[in-house]
């Protein structure tokens, strides 16, 4: 056998003349370029859709500039006065970024990131840049005559936080806290904690969603497993039908069946189960919701486990009969453990995919069943306060990369059976 200490005449050499160990590296060296050249269309499709999107997401949540480009002037007295309290040069200079702002159409936005922090202010900046021009010293007093609120101590510490691109206030708003007159930020009112509680319902409805996906899927997986061939087949196209048929006209078929008058209510009622004055509400409710996306999200845990359920033999569970074991026995022991991989992926799919649904709680959900996805949407089509939102999907994110890593450190990502 040829080995590095033998001479090189000796060495074992392909049928041009190199060495053998030589050509081998160059074969293994061009198929891993002619691999990575193959999924390079798929690398560069992740990477416009995924991850430049997520990072402008991150970037976004703790850069805002709407109002430290359009006031600069007042931005230098603050870096210049940490700590003081506004003086004649501090209104000169906000004066000056008056006008600037409004004669370049920029106050709106200074407004708006203002407004973030301290509702309603939008309109002071719009109606006093119109004015800025026509102001003298002493700027103090002229401005404070064309509005009092000029000398709010919670908007002065508002407008010295968001002096700075970089910031972290909406982080500090995702989790129900506001800034105050010091400039410090402390919990908010208790009607105006709104996400922390959208958080806690958002994960609650999705464990209670999955479970029902289970405790629904589990059967039906272990009956496709189980039945022969040409039956399996004909269940798999009805669980497979969904997949076949809008979201949307899933959705509004919910609407249709859990309204008021719906078909659910008026069967009830013509069966005399109800009365007429007491037909369920199962819209505008958590109730609607649950029903509706576990529906929707069945399929995605039938189809792990069916994958994992068709892979055990049903020798397994005749042999623990054989040796006297009960049918629950059997079960808990032998089978159950055998679909743990199955759970484990269906579990974890219906779940992120839960905690992400946003049209489903939007239309059959309402005010109780809406979920953090749905005030996510909420900022970026309506209120147009982006980096609130991506704050608000920063952090959902982050949730669902720390449920990954649970399931890793539980079960094992390579464990995990999708079909």
């Not at 309109?123 to 002229?142: D, H, V």
């Not at 061939?229 to 039908?241: E, N, Q, T």
């Not at 992400?356 to 959900?365: E, F, H, Q, R, S």
Request: net charge positive; glycine share 6%; charged share 15%.
């Amino acid at each position: 056998m040829a080995n590095a200490d033998m001479p090189a005449d000796t060495m074992l050499r392909t049928a041009d003349g190199q060495p053998l160990k030589s050509a081998l590296a160059k074969a293994s060296r061009k198929a891993r370029i002619r691999a990575f050249l193959l999924v390079v269309p798929l690398l560069i499709f992740v990477l416009l859709t995924f991850v430049i999107p997520i990072g402008q997401m991150l970037s976004r949540s703790v850069n805002n500039d709407q109002f430290s480009e359009s006031m600069i002037n007042i931005g230098v007295w603050f870096d210049e006065n940490p700590n003081a309290e506004p003086d004649e040069a501090a209104y000169a200079a906000l004066a000056a970024d008056l006008v600037y702002s409004a004669a370049n159409r920029m106050i709106g936005n200074a407004g708006t990131r203002i407004n973030y922090e301290v509702p309603g202010t939008r309109s002071l900046f719009t109606s006093s840049g119109r004015k800025a021009k026509n102001l003298k010293a002493p700027f103090k007093e002229a401005l404070l005559e064309l509005d009092e609120d000029w000398a709010r101590p919670d908007l002065w510490a508002a407008m010295r936080s968001a002096s700075g691109t970089t910031t972290f206030n909406f982080y500090q708003a995702a989790v129900d806290r506001k800034i105050n007159a010091d400039g410090q930020f402390e919990r908010a009112d208790e009607n105006s904690r709104i996400y922390m509680t959208l958080f806690g319902r958002t994960f609650a409805l999705s464990v209670v969603i999955t479970g029902l996906c289970l405790l629904l899927g589990f059967p039906i997986a272990h009956l496709l497993a189980t039945l022969p061939l040409r039956k399996a087949s004909l269940l798999m196209i009805l669980v497979l039908l969904p997949f076949w048929t809008s979201l949307l006209v899933r959705t509004t078929s919910w609407m249709v069946l859990l309204q008021g008058q719906g078909v659910i209510n008026n069967v009830l009622v013509s069966l005399g189960i109800v009365t007429e004055d007491g037909r369920l509400e199962m819209m505008y409710n958590q109730t609607g919701t649950i029903i509706a996306m576990t529906h929707i999200l069945l399929p995605f845990m039938i189809l792990p486990l069916y994958s994992v359920m068709k892979t055990i033999p049903p020798s397994y569970a005749r042999a623990a009969r054989s040796l006297g074991a009960t049918s629950w026995t059997t079960f808990r022991r032998i089978y159950l453990p055998q679909t743990v991989s199955g759970i484990g992926a269906g579990g974890i799919l219906c779940f992120i995919l839960a905690v992400g649904y946003y049209i489903t709680p939007a239309l059959v959900g309402g005010a109780d069943g809406t979920l953090i996805s749905n005030q996510i949407a909420f900022h970026m089509q309506n209120s147009l306060n982006w980096s609130l939102a991506a704050a608000l999907a920063t952090m959902l994110l982050a949730s669902v990369l720390i449920l990954y890593w649970a399931y890793d450190r539980l079960v094992g990502i390579d464990n995990m059976k999708l079909g």
